[in-house]
């Protein structure tokens, strides 16, 4: 009898305790739901569908001194798709698709290891656009192109062709340094192109390269833009569809890290998609290269309008 009486007050005691344990969990709020990972609305407006627009605005861009070359540079880490973008232009403005830089699929040491000029053919060879492409040997945490090589490039003292030594800058009396840069060979756009798919993991030691590098076109007084690639690597809902790029709240985040980190406003970041693996143009592509290169002859233009004003 008295085993009974202590079991009937045990189960009394705990369903007590059960009742009072749900009674605490009903009191309290429930969990706040998880951030969307797409947004309902794209917070940077891209006018899909209305890529001719834009491809006309390119086609008839004309420097305003007609003896203008807009000069690009691209820098950013190996393997993050600075060849892969000058080929997605080409491709864009050509109408199909090309292979002029070349480029390689593997990570690791920069591809490129010379400095490269290309220009972009305009419906005849023997016409050019009135802007050029710089491509040269990316950033690594202990090897790729030296800090100071790319700010004599900025400056316009390094030829077509040169080949970079890892180990020390480019001496002023080789063959391929130019000693007196003219307009034409100074850069008008610094473009950083970063791989947003290993963006979190990039080093200090990469990142404090940028900041220098930034500096430096800062006191020159070159506009900068930055091109985050490799988007539908970097974020599973992008891959689904392109058209969530600035609806992903992933890579919102990522880019405002970017902005924080090396110093570029968010106005001057954009997401691209190089072409990669596809072998037809596709419309929504275009137009986020095509959105990219219109700021950056933006910029570009408003430099040398600029420099024209204080001569």
Known sequence: MWMLKNVSEYISKKAEDMFSSTEGQSSQSPP??????????????IDWGKKQ?????????KPFNKEQQLRILLHGQCGAGKSSFINSVQSVLRGRMCRQALADNTSGDSFTKKYKTYRIHKDRPDIFYPFIFNDLMGLSKHKGALVDDIKLSLQGHVKDNCRFNTESRLP???????????????????????????????SDEVQKKFKDIREEASHLDIPQIAILTKVDAACPEVKKDLKNIY???????????????????????????????????????????????????YSGEDFVNRKLETM
Not at 184 to 200: E, G, I, M, P, Q
Not at 280 to 289: A, F, M, V
């Open 32 to 45: 706040p739901p998880p951030p969307p990972k797409v947004l309902d609305k794209p917070w940077r407006k």
């Open 53 to 61: 627009e834009s491809l006309q605005y390119v086609n008839n861009y």
């Open 172 to 202: 002023e009396d080789d063959a391929l340094y130019n000693i007196a840069p003219n307009d034409n060979d100074k850069v008008h756009v610094l473009v950083y192109v970063v791989d947003a798919n290993t963006l979190s993991t990039m």
């Open 247 to 297: 609806r992903s709240t992933y890579l919102k985040e990522m880019m405002e890290q970017f902005s924080v980190d090396v110093g570029i406003p968010m106005d001057s970041i954009f997401l691209v998609k190089n072409y990669h693996e596809e072998i037809d143009l596709n419309d929504d592509i275009d137009s986020l290269i095509l959105s990219a290169l219109k700021h950056i002859l």
